[in-house]
C-alpha cells in the first residue's frame, strides 16, 4: 500500500520545506512532490535534474480578432477587469481597434458573449509548467505556477496524480508532499486523500491561531493528523499551550524542534539538516519516528 504523507503548516516560515527535505533523506526512497506551487523551495534542499517538463495548460484568456472589429467598444464597456485597451492595430476599416491585455485578463468570456461582429475569442492560456526530476532522494515530481496564473489547485492535483502514477511505477511505498501554507484552494487540493497531514506550527500568537485553522481542514477532511512546533524552544510556555490545543483538536503531537541556526548554514550547501548532522538533526528523526509511516 502507498501511504501519503502531506507536510502543511498554517503560515509561511515555520519551516515546513526544511522538515521535508529531511524526511526526503530519511525515508527509503519515496515519491517527492512539491505542491507549493505559488512559491516552490523544496528544489533549492533536493537539486533535482529535470528528465520531463511540460506546459501547464489551465484557464482560457480573451484575444480580439483585429481584421473583424469594428471598434464598436462594447467589450471594453463590459469589461470588469480593465483588460481591454483601444489601442490595437486599424485594419483599413477603422483607423484603431481594441486589444487584451493578457496579465488583466479572467478569461470570464463576457467580451466574447456579447461582441456582435464574433471578433473576439477565447484561447487556451499556458498557465505554468511542471516537472519530473530526479534527487538524491529519489524521484520529484514538482511544477511553476505562471506570475499571475490562476488555478493552482489544478496544478497541485495534477501533480499529486503523477507522483501516485510514479509511485506505483516505481513500487514506492511513500509520496511524500510538501503542501502549501494556509487553507486555501491549494492545501485543499494538497491533503484530500492523503493518509498522514503533519502541520509544522511555531510558538506565536499567529502560529497558533493558524494552527487552529489548519487542524480545523484536516477535522472536515477526517485525515490523521500530527503536529510539530518547530523553534519550540523560543517561547516553552507557548509550546505547550499550542500541543494542549492540538490535542484539544484531535491531533497527535510528533515532536517538537529546537531553533538551530545552524539549519541557515545546511541550506546555503544546499542540503538538509540531517545531511549536515545539526543539532536539531536528531529532533527531526524524532518527528519522523513519531509519524509511525
Not at 30 to 38: G, N, R, W
Not at 44 to 60: D, S, T, Y
Not at 223 to 233: G, H, M, Q
Request: charged share 20%; net charge negative; hydrophobic share 40%.
Amino acid at each position: 500500500m502507498i501511504k501519503e504523507l502531506v507536510v502543511i503548516s498554517g503560515k509561511g516560515g515555520t519551516g515546513k520545506t526544511s522538515l521535508t527535505g529531511s524526511f526526503a533523506v530519511l525515508a527509503n526512497q519515496p515519491v517527492i512532490s512539491d505542491c507549493d506551487v505559488d512559491a516552490a523551495d523544496l528544489h533549492l534542499l533536493l537539486e533535482p535534474k529535470i528528465v520531463q517538463r511540460r506546459r501547464f495548460i489551465a484557464g482560457q484568456r480573451a484575444q480580439i480578432r483585429p481584421g473583424h472589429c469594428t471598434a464598436c467598444g462594447k467589450c471594453e464597456e463590459l469589461c470588469r477587469f480593465d483588460a481591454i485597451f483601444y489601442d490595437g492595430p486599424g485594419n483599413g476599416s477603422v483607423d484603431k481597434t481594441f486589444r487584451v491585455d493578457p496579465i488583466a485578463c479572467e478569461g470570464c468570456g463576457v467580451c466574447a458573449r456579447f461582441c456582435a461582429e464574433d471578433a473576439i475569442v477565447l484561447q487556451p492560456t499556458e498557465s505554468g509548467e511542471w516537472y519530473i526530476s530526479q534527487t538524491r532522494c529519489g524521484t520529484m515530481v514538482h511544477a511553476q505556477l505562471g506570475i499571475g496564473a490562476a488555478n493552482s489547485g489544478r496544478l497541485v492535483t495534477l501533480i499529486r496524480k503523477e507522483a501516485a502514477r510514479l509511485a506505483e511505477q516505481e513500487n514506492s511505498s511513500l509520496i511524500l508532499i510538501d503542501g502549501p501554507p494556509g487553507i486555501g484552494c491549494p492545501v485543499i487540493a494538497s491533503v484530500t486523500g492523503a493518509n498522514v497531514a503533519l502541520v509544522v506550527t511555531e510558538p506565536t500568537v499567529s502560529g497558533e491561531h493558524d494552527l487552529e485553522r489548519v487542524l480545523a481542514l484536516t477535522r472536515h477532511f477526517d485525515i490523521d493528523t500530527a503536529v510539530c512546533v518547530n523553534k519550540w524552544d523560543i517561547n516553552p510556555e507557548m509550546t505547550e499551550r499550542i500541543e494542549s490545543s492540538a490535542r484539544q483538536w484531535g491531533a497527535r503531537i510528533a515532536g517538537r524542534v529546537r531553533y538551530d541556526t545552524s539549519l541557515t548554514s545546511a541550506q546555503m550547501q544546499e542540503k538538509t539538516a540531517i545531511e549536515t548532522h545539526a543539532p536539531c538533526a536528531d529532533d527531526i528523526i524524532g518527528v519522523w519516528n513519531n509519524l509511525n509511516l
